[in-house]
């Protein structure tokens, strides 16, 4: 700092140098104003941390860590890392020291930022450089600065060595549609260190990542890493799954590795119920901040439980978990915060009961957080030698309590508290929290604990420690850092204490100076202070006014030190006698300020400065200083005008410093101008004049007093005050008991009083302040009463305010109350009177205005007085049971000193109304009504209806009525809104008058119509379970929105691409406990995504779509293969192929890759050469197969392959590779064959490589230059020889030049074909002979393989002396008869053997040999014989209902292996075959997709390469399966009433052939055409038909559709009249009949009335008037067989005589109709018509005779019991449209449909009447009829018997040599009709029979596998019953074998025989056999066996026909007289079979 001393001029002269320095300081100060010397100019901040270690740094030896500390401050700190030290070290190393670098294992790395920014690295190391002190060990990072140092937290590190380990995964299992978990196992020491990071699931590749939600079927559970599996069932036993790990510490998919096993889940079905039971609990669960938390709750019970969660409040009570976060049993919490922290109950409950409550606790653990108080400052200042207080705040869980050492106080969990400043540890004394401190420690600790405080959250307490740094001074200055450690880890915070305010203390100040105009002077004042003080100057107690410097002479700067001492300089550059006086410095902060003054003295004459204008206020004391320059100065004088002013009483005059003092100075007589006078010694003088203002402060001219008005007069105030300046003069109010201000006119409420000002602009009109001050109230009112108060003020001295009273006196005045009152008669009156006024006050009562006696207390009246606050009085009338006679005016009297006042009260005495009348509904709809009613008979003028109120209720529920409002008393109708659908209401009508409501009206019942349902199903959920099903779960909707009964749900799905949905029909379903409805949707596209909705549907309509469901359906393998397969050659080893992907429609996922199975085709023996395929996989449509052989054929496939696995092969290809030059030949051999002459042979290429067009032989001359083409002979051979003669060789004895020359030869062979020449054979050399060998084979033994039954050559060419070669086989000689190739003169030497037509037994050793003397030659072919290999053996072992599986055993392959097999199905009654290929390993398949309840016929071929197999054996297999069962009785079919029919659908049985859909038809009885209700019903129990009429009969037809077929049934129905009654049979209406109106004068003793059958009717018609009396005498006959019906009406169980009796009618009326002429159609339809059995009428039925044909008998009515038989009377028709009926109902009909059923009881048609057209027509083309076809129908086991029946003897039948069914000629029954029997036996013949061997099935078959008499009198001619007699005329026969209790259904026909049900058992064959002795006629089997299905005719005339034959003809006339017997002495059955 520089010291500037005042310079004088007079003993020294200013220097260069100084005037230099003092310009500098000049410009700074004028530049910056101030300045710090050695600082920067921004201000200084302590450093603190931007970047600060973690608590804790783990890592592994193999990946290492690096972790950065970096702080910021000003100036930028320096960052280091040092040691830190244990817990609880010493004090002085708690800063912890430098960590130096270790080589590989520790070192620092700077940042290019700079030192503030550094990072300590550990790199990777090997386990066995592991250090204690460098890898578990504390780190601190320490930043430092100018301003201070910091630390930051202490760092544990951790380093983890890495050790290999193995995990297990464990299973689990569950009851079906539980949970299942599975765990991973780890090994217990490393089980911290190791996650689960993902499960997979085996073969399908899913992966299952942790989840909070889950996705319906899996959830993997975050941090346990369980494995839940939601709603288990068998299709999970299949799959398995593996847990996948990894090291916490590593990188995501770092060194990951799955268990060394896989788990699967064991699923049990449930024994029986059980109660649940939680089995996965945890106590506590801890979760760091704002993580999440899934928490299980798993339970096991039947059925499975319902998990619900719950959180415990701080009450107890448990508050439901939204659905949202607790799903599947598990508890989601997202982003957990600190109130979330609480106890969780889990409970599960299912229908047999609920488990006990499991508790789990939420620990929240927050990071542990430091904070320094005050929290919003970083910096805190602190006044000097104050005592500077900070607080240390943080948070601990509440449990391990421990004492800490501190007397009273405990911790929550282990902590330390350490105070460090500047980074080094203090010393404190501990105190007791809020004691004084004492002691002379500079540092004072005291601890605070706060439990549970505000800002504390659930199970936290706060403990705030509190450090005291007592007397504050600079030194004190720093950072001061608390650190809290705890066991787990350690936090800080930080602060920054510097020196608050200090009041400015003069350290430096300046002297008087006396100086010449001219030098440059510096006035200097120093001062110190906190803040820095602010100097200032004054010049005569004046600012310095620079702006006044033109020059600039004087200027002003100041330098603050580090210190914090501030310098001020006041510099004149050049010092004039102007600038001389009296210079002040003033010195200033916020603390306060410290002064200086000196003069300046600068020589010259006088001067006097100018000096501002002066104000005073009057009686005060001023002080005028005189502004004087100069010096030096003799005198200064003041004067005031002429007057010299001198000291005195009034004036103080100080004449050397100019100072004058005017005491008390007034207005009027020291306001002026003052003028100072200076004079020097010389006589100079000079002047200023000064001016003088006085102010005076106001002061009263009229004071305001108290006064007094009455209420309603005016009132003036007057307040006056004067003053100067002219004082403003305003009021003010205060109520007397505050409140209200006047403007209000409201009492006061409150004793407090408030203050409200009085303006002209907010006061009411009534309230005015004039402007001089006068308050004016023109109407005085007791709210105005108070304290006023008048101000003046003029803003000089105190204001004057007076206060004053003002007192409003008010008389007596009512206040507003009911001044009318009516009440019920009987009820209590009570008048209230309120009066307001002053005390004391005085309230009476009287009757009326004319009455002048007051009323008083009696025994019914009551008057009553009380005090109302503040000022009133009530005055209570009571009348007790008031009459209308008290009804009137009473008069209220009130008085007080102030007046008197009256007030009237009309009293009305009310009575309720009487009840509304003719309450009705007008209208109704779903959810409204409208309603009327009239009004009340009687009405009171005096008390008139005041409103109506409705009144309704649910009926169902009851409870309280609900009311509308109050309706208008003008309007007597009300539309009932808002009400619920389809609900029954009550409503009724209350009448209201002002005395209340009347009794109500006569409720009236509602029963609103319905909708379709409100609301849509809500939880919708799909989850796939395999790859072509979705399990759909939903939950119901509300039974309140329902709005009609719910018939079941529209169940909509689509594929995601799809426009539209396709929808479903599911029925209602019970709903689960949860309320939840289950369902699986199956038979969907595979791999596809698909989108579900659900709504609810009612009769009228559908309700609102629900939201929908997505869910993607699993992958599976293609369902089809490629297409297109194509090849193509490129080149003699490659071929390129090319396919198209199979169609998208059959991918079923995403294709992976293809598989190209390819093979080479040819002849291939198995024990040489493998015939493995090779494969190929490529992941494009085009492959190129390299690797070929040359000229070969290649079959080629191609199959697709997905995640799954591979689909189905495409359709096979075959492609030829191109030729190339062949091998070359395999051997060669030469032999002399004369002088000049050589045989050449060899033999052919191993690999020809394409046909052999020819082969060149070379002979080249011994000796000569290898590669001289000259002297080489070629000779050119076809390719079909293989030998070749030389004569042009010359000997060696002929030329001896040439002989040297030639005395070898070196021979090789070539062969060529299209591609060329191929290489050389071996070459051998020969030296030339004259003569020729002795004998030799010139040609080459070899294996041979040749084709089944094809030809080969052996060749055997002997050389040298001619000799008949010699062959053998296998070691045999063979005979010369197979020698006959060749073996002729002229080629006998070149023989060969010939072998054609080869089998598999010419497979061998064939050997030829030549033999001369001594010398023989011989070569072996070894023969092989390729077959077709032998048909394998095929058997089924399994069958379902729509699949059959089989397996075969593969015999002889033939020498070739089998390359694949061929499986051949169709139906077994015929059809197209349809093939399968299949792989040569497969020895099993599977049929899929067949018809339920069908017999195919299969078979197999395997083939090779030289051909097919003969097929295997072939089987007939049936599915699983039959006819569904109609419904037992006709009451759970359907039903009617007068308006619909329904139809029952839910009644119908499967049997193992699920119903697909249902079919409705219905019409009116006698209309031709059916009209379709719906042909594709699902899913629906019941269906409605509403076009019907009452009273009318239809018909009705339902047609079950399964797989297998269709079943139908008719129903003959009536609806209801319109009472609801079933009408009689003459009120029926039918198509085309007029209805018969009953007759009121028919007076029958019986009762009974005589009904017309609808077809004797339209007989009538058709024939015209002729035939009315033939129609009366079949009236005649119908009336007299009514009696006999009517008694069957009468029983329940008919009886024997009145059973035969309604069948003998019956069998009339089938006659009458034959012999009428009916025609074949008619009979046809007759026939298939229902027809049921009556049994045990023998007796009955012999009654009747043939001349009894011509009776007309109505039909019999029938009560069936289901003891009798489980289903109803129906119809199976096969031809619905040609049904013919007649009139089918009787007389009586009490009970409705479903109790008497109206049965058309009508006998078959006879065998004599049945042509040959009509019985094929019968069975539809079936050339046999078996069993088989009675056990097709759906009939109840317990109805189907085996009895045996009687085998007659057969004879040879006269037509096409089958069996005649008689043996006596033409029955007697049929009376001559023996050819049309053969025509019929001809037509039932079967078609491969032999002659007398050959047996026949005739129809009877059909009907039953017994001889039963219903299956015998189909065909034989008889009326239906269980005695009749086959008879012509009169004769008369009982059937040979005994009647069944319970005889066949013959009557129910099948309506689609093309498809039905047919099985695989043992046919039987029927024929017709005599009687011997009677002649007649019956039916026999030819076997015993069980019944079986028929086989189904085939429409192509296919299929095998199968007949077991039968040739017994011993003779049984005994034993049919002694079941004659049997049958007669058998007791009655009046059994019903239908």
């Known amino acids: 700092m520089i010291d500037f001393s005042p310079i004088d001029t007079m003993n020294s002269t200013t220097t260069i140098n100084q005037r230099i320095v003092i310009l500098f300081l000049f410009i700074i100060s004028k530049t910056y104003g101030r300045v710090e010397p050695g600082e920067s100019l921004l201000p200084a901040d302590g450093p603190r941390f931007i970047q600060e270690p973690p608590p804790l740094l783990e890592f592994t030896n193999q990946t290492g860590a690096a972790v950065w500390c970096a702080a910021t401050g000003h100036p930028p700190p320096t960052v280091m890392w040092v040691a830190a030290s244990e817990l609880g070290a010493s004090a002085a190393s708690t800063s912890g020291s430098a960590v130096p670098e270790t080589a590989g ?32 060990t504390a780190y601190r990072c320490r930043a430092s600065s100018s301003s201070g140092t910091i630390l930051s937290r202490e760092m544990r590190l951790r380093a983890v060595l890495v050790q290999s380990y193995e995990t297990q995964a464990t299973g689990g299992s569950a009851v079906k549609g539980g949970v299942a978990v599975l765990r991973c196992a780890i090994p217990p020491a490393i089980k911290n260190d190791i996650q689960v990071t993902a499960w997979m699931q085996e073969f399908t590749g899913l992966t299952i990542f942790p989840s909070l939600q889950g996705d319906g079927k899996h959830h993997m559970l975050p941090g346990s890493g369980d494995l839940y599996l939601y709603g288990v069932d068998k299709s999970d036993i299949r799959a398995s799954y593996r847990c996948r790990t990894q090291h916490r510490l590593h990188a995501a998919g770092f060194h990951q590795q799955l268990s060394s096993n896989a788990a699967t889940v064991a699923v049990s079905e449930p024994l029986s119920v059980a109660g649940p039971s939680v089995t996965v609990k945890t106590s506590s669960v801890q979760v760091l901040l704002n993580d999440n938390v899934a928490l299980p709750c798993l339970a096991q019970g039947y059925p499975v439980p319902e998990i619900r969660w719950y959180r415990l409040e701080v009450d107890g009570q448990p508050t439901p978990m939204d659905e949202s976060t607790a799903s599947f049993g598990v508890l989601v919490l997202e982003n957990v915060q600190p109130e979330d922290g609480a106890t969780y109950r889990c409970t599960a409950a299912n229908s047999v009961g609920q488990s006990l409550p499991y508790d789990v606790r939420l620990d929240v653990v927050e990071p542990l957080r430091v904070q320094l108080r005050p929290a919003d400052k970083s910096v805190m200042r602190v006044n000097q030698g104050h005592v500077a207080q900070m607080e240390c705040s943080f948070q601990l869980d509440q449990q391990s309590h421990y004492n800490n050492g501190l007397s009273g106080h405990s911790s929550t969990v282990r902590s330390v508290i350490k105070w460090l400043k500047d980074g080094l540890a203090i010393t404190t004394s501990t105190v007791v929290a809020n004691a004084n401190p004492g002691g002379n420690s500079k540092y004072q600790q005291s601890a605070v604990m706060s439990v549970s405080s505000k800002s504390a959250p659930s199970g936290k307490q706060e403990q705030i420690w509190s450090l005291a740094v007592a007397n504050f001074q600079r030194a004190d200055q720093g950072i001061y850092q608390c650190f809290v450690y705890t066991e787990r880890e350690s936090a800080q915070s930080s602060v920054r204490l510097l020196l608050g305010e200090a009041a400015p203390q003069m350290v430096h100040t300046f002297n008087e100076q006396t100086l010449v105009p001219g030098p440059f002077v510096t006035l200097r004042c120093s001062a110190v202070g906190n803040p820095a003080p602010d100097i200032s100057w ?71 400065r100018n000096m501002p204008k002066m104000t005073a206020v009057a009686e005060a004391d001023v002080s005028i200083k005189c502004p004087v320059a100069g010096y030096p100065i003799m005198e200064i004088a003041w004067t005031r005008g002429e007057e010299m002013l001198r000291s005195g009483s009034k004036y103080v005059l100080d004449h050397q410093t100019g100072v004058l003092i005017i005491k008390s100075v007034s207005q009027a007589g020291d306001k002026g101008v003052y003028t100072c006078t200076v004079r020097d010694r010389q006589g100079h003088t000079a002047r200023r004049d000064f001016t003088l203002d006085v102010v005076v402060p106001p002061f009263w001219s009229v004071e305001p007093r108290d006064v007094s008005v009455l209420a309603g007069q005016p009132l003036t105030v007057h307040c006056q005050a004067d003053g100067y300046p002219k004082p403003n003069v305003t009021w003010s109010w205060t109520s007397a008991g505050g409140g209200s201000s006047p403007s209000s006119n409201q009492e006061p409420t409150t004793a407090s009083s408030s203050s409200h000002p009085l303006t002209n602009r907010t006061s009411p009109a009534f309230l005015r302040v004039m402007d001089n001050g006068t308050l004016i109230i023109r109407s005085a009112r007791k709210s105005l009463q108070g304290r006023y108060t008048c101000r003046a003020v003029n803003r000089i001295g105190q204001d004057l305010t007076a206060t004053i009273s003002i007192s409003v006196h008010v008389g007596p005045r009512f206040r507003d109350s009911l001044s009318r009152l009516a009440v019920k008669r009987d009820v209590q009156a009570s008048l209230n009177c309120r009066v307001d006024g002053d005390g004391p006050l005085h309230l009476a009562w009287r009757r009326s205005s004319s009455s002048t006696s007051l009323l008083s207390s009696n025994y019914r009246l009551r008057i009553q007085e009380k005090e109302a606050p503040p000022n009133g009085v009530i005055s209570t009338l009571t009348i007790a049971a008031t009459q209308v006679e008290d009804a009137g ?49 009687s009405s009171n003028a005096h008390n008139p209806l005041i409103a109506y109120i409705v009144q309704y209720r649910d009926t169902k529920h009851g409870g309280t009525w609900q009311e509308t409002d109050n309706l208008s008393v003008y309007n007597t109708n009300y539309s009932l809104e808002g009400l619920q659908p389809s609900t029954s209401y009550q409503a009724r009508v209350v009448a209201e008058t002002s005395a209340g409501r009347g009794p ?19 939880d919708l959920r799909a989850v796939p379970v395999s790859s072509s099903s979705i399990r759909l779960t939903w939950t119901a909707i509300n039974g309140n929105s329902w709005h009609s009964s719910l018939i079941g749900y529209h169940l909509g799905f689509r594929q995601d691409n799809a426009m539209s949905y396709n929808f479903t029909t599911v029925p209602l379903m019970d709903q689960q406990s949860n309320g939840q409805l289950e369902l699986t949707l199956g038979q969907l596209r595979k791999a596809t995504k698909f989108l579900i909705v659900v709504r609810a549907f009612n009769r009228y309509g559908e309700g609102p779509l629900s939201s929908p469901a997505t869910a993607v359906t699993f992958e599976d393998v293609p369902s089809a293969g490629p297409q297109s397969l194509r090849c193509s050659t490129s080149s003699s080893q490659s071929i390129e192929v090319t396919w198209q992907a199979p169609p998208a429609s059959e991918h079923n996922g995403i294709i992976q890759n293809y598989r190209l199975h390819y093979e080479m085709m040819g002849p291939v023996v198995t024990d040489n050469e493998s015939v493995a395929p090779l494969v190929k996989t490529v992941d494009g449509i085009y492959a190129t197969l390299a690797g070929l052989s040359a000229h070969s054929a290649y079959r080629i496939r191609v199959e697709a392959v997905t995640r799954i696995g591979a689909g189905p092969f495409s359709a096979s290809v075959t492609c030829l590779t191109d030729e190339s030059v062949p091998k070359a030949p395999a051997d060669v051999k030469a032999f002399s064959s004369g002088s000049n002459a050589v045989s050449i042979c060899w033999t052919i290429p191993s690999q020809t490589n394409g046909q052999i067009l020819h082969y060149t032989v070379n002979i080249k001359a011994g000796g000569q230059q290898h590669g001289s083409a000259a002297n080489v002979q070629r000779h050119t051979v076809p390719g079909s020889q293989t030998h070749y003669q030389v004569e042009s060789l010359l000997s060696g004895s002929k030329d001896s030049t040439t002989a040297q020359q030639t005395t070898f030869y070196e021979i090789w062979v070539t062969a060529a074909n299209r591609a060329g020449v191929g290489d050389k054979s071996k070459v051998i050399r020969f030296s030339p002979n004259s003569k020729a060998n002795n004998v030799a084979i010139c040609s080459f033994g070899r294996r041979v393989v040749q084709l089944w039954r094809s030809s080969v050559d052996l060749p055997c060419r002997p050389v040298g002396n001619l000799v008949q070669p010699n062959w053998t086989y296998n070691g045999k000689l063979m005979d010369d008869r197979k020698q006959l190739a060749g073996n002729n003169n002229n080629s006998k030497s070149n023989g060969y053997i010939s072998l054609t037509d080869l089998k598999r037994s010419d497979a061998g050793n064939y050997t030829c040999s030549v033999t001369t003397g001594f010398i023989s030659d011989s070569i072996t072919y070894q023969l092989a014989v390729l077959v077709p290999p032998v048909p394998p053996a095929l058997h089924v072992f399994q069958t379902t209902v729509q699949q059959i599986q089989m397996q075969w055993k593969a015999e002889d392959d033939g020498g070739s292996p089998v390359r694949g097999f061929l499986l051949h199905w169709r139906l077994a009654d015929g059809g197209d075959w349809e093939e399968r290929e299949l792989d040569r390993h497969v020895t099993t398949a599977q ?34 399966g039959d006819a569904p069962l109609v419904p037992s009785a006709v009451s759970a079919a359907l039903s009617t009433n007068s308006s619909h029919i329904s139809v029952f659908l839910n009644g119908w049985q499967e049997r193992g052939c699920p119903i697909r859909s249902f079919g409705v038809d219905f019409k009116m009885d006698g209309e031709a055409y059916w009209t379709t209700v719906s042909d594709d019903v699902q899913n629906l129990p019941v269906i409605f038909i509403e076009d019907v009429q009452p009273s009318t009969a239809y018909n009705l037809k339902v047609r079950a559709k399964t797989s297998g077929g269709t079943v139908a049934v008719e129903y003959d129905v009536v609806t209801l009249d319109h009472s609801g009654l079933t009408p009689t049979p003459d009120r029926i209406n039918r198509a085309g009949r007029q209805l018969v109106q009953p007759s009121s004068s028919n007076n029958s003793t019986d009762g009974s009335h005589v009904v017309l059958p609808w077809w004797l009717i339209g007989a009538v018609s058709a024939v015209g008037t002729a035939s009315l009396l033939g129609l009366v005498v079949a009236c005649s006959c119908l009336y007299k067989t009514r009696s006999e019906s009517r008694r069957l009406v009468a029983s329940a169980l008919p009886s024997e005589s009145t059973l035969a009796d309604a069948m003998n009618n019956a069998t009339n009326t089938w006659n009458k109709t034959h012999k009428s002429g009916s025609t074949m159609a008619d009979r046809s339809s007759s026939k298939r018509s229902s027809t049921y059995e009556l049994q045990s009428m023998a007796d009955k039925m012999s009654n009747y005779s043939a001349d009894q044909h011509d009776d007309i008998y109505p039909y019999a009515t029938f009560e069936l019991h289901r003891d009798h038989h489980p289903r109803s009377p129906v119809k199976m028709l096969d031809n619905p449209p040609d049904f013919t009926r007649l009139n089918k109902y009787g007389h009586h009909h009490h009970g409705g449909l479903g109790t008497h059923l109206k049965l058309p009881l009508r006998p078959p048609p006879t065998w004599s009447e049945l042509s040959t057209i009509e019985i094929e027509r019968h069975f539809q083309g079936s050339p046999t009829v078996s069993d088989s076809d009675l056990e097709s129908l759906p009939i109840a086991a317990d109805y189907i018997h085996d009895r045996p029946g009687q085998q007659q003897q057969q004879r040879p039948s006269r037509h096409h040599g089958t069996t005649s069914s008689f043996a006596n000629g033409p029955p007697p029954g049929d009376c001559g009709s023996s050819a049309r029997v053969s025509t019929l036996n001809k037509r039932f013949s079967a078609s491969n029979s032999t002659t007398n061997n050959s047996n026949t099935k005739d129809a009877s078959s059909y009907y039953s596998a017994t001889s039963s008499t219903s299956a015998l009198k189909e065909f034989s001619g008889e009326p239906l019953s269980s005695s009749s007699r086959i008879h012509c005329g009169s004769q008369r026969q009982r059937p040979s074998h005994p009647v069944p209790k319970k005889s066949v259904p013959i009557g129910l026909r099948l309506v689609d025989q093309s498809n039905l049900w047919s099985g695989g058992h043992e046919h039987k064959s029927w024929t017709l056999n005599p009687l011997m002795e009677s002649g007649g006629k019956t039916l026999s089997s030819s076997s015993s066996s069980s019944i079986v299905h028929r086989p189904k005719a085939s429409r192509n005339g296919g299929g095998p026909t199968h007949s077991i034959g039968n040739n017994n003809k011993q003779q049984r006339q005994p034993q049919q007289q002694q079941q004659q017997h049997s049958a007669e002495s058998s007791p009655p059955d009046h059994s019903i079979a239908v």
């Not at 033109?550 to 300089?569: I, K, P, W, Y």
């Not at 899929?1488 to 090779?1504: I, M």
């Open 105 to 136: 294992l520790r070192r620092m790395a700077n940042s290019p930022a700079g030192p503030h920014n550094i990072s300590l690295v550990f790199p990777p190391f090997p386990a066995s450089a592991y250090r204690p002190d460098v890898h578990s």
């Open 538 to 608: 004054l010049l005569d107690r004046q600012p310095l006014a620079f702006q006044q410097l033109s020059d600039a002479r004087l200027t002003q700067n100041q330098v603050v030190s580090s210190g914090g001492e501030t310098t001020g300089h006041l510099n004149i550059s050049s010092a004039q006698v102007e600038d001389g006086g009296e210079y002040t410095c003033v010195a200033k902060n916020l603390a306060g300020q410290a002064t200086h003054s000196s003069r300046l003295n600068v020589y010259g004459l006088p001067y006097i």
């Open 889 to 937: 005016i009473y008069i209220c009297i009130a008085s007080n000193s102030h007046g008197q006042v009256e007030r009237d009260f009309q009293l009305t005495v009310l009575e309720p109304p009487e009840q509304p009348r003719h309450l009705q509904i007008q209208e109704t709809s779903s959810r409204r009504v409208a309603l009327s009613w009239s009004a009340p008979s």
């Open 1000 to 1018: 109500p009206s006569d409720p009236v019942a509602i029963t609103t119509y319905g909708e379709p349902p409100g609301t849509c199903p809500s």
């Open 1487 to 1520: 049929l899929d997709n067949l018809r339920c309840g069908t017999r195919y016929q299969v078979y197999l071929t395997s083939h090779n390469a030289v051909g097919t197999s003969g097929p295997s054996n072939s089987i007939t297999a049936r599915t699983k």
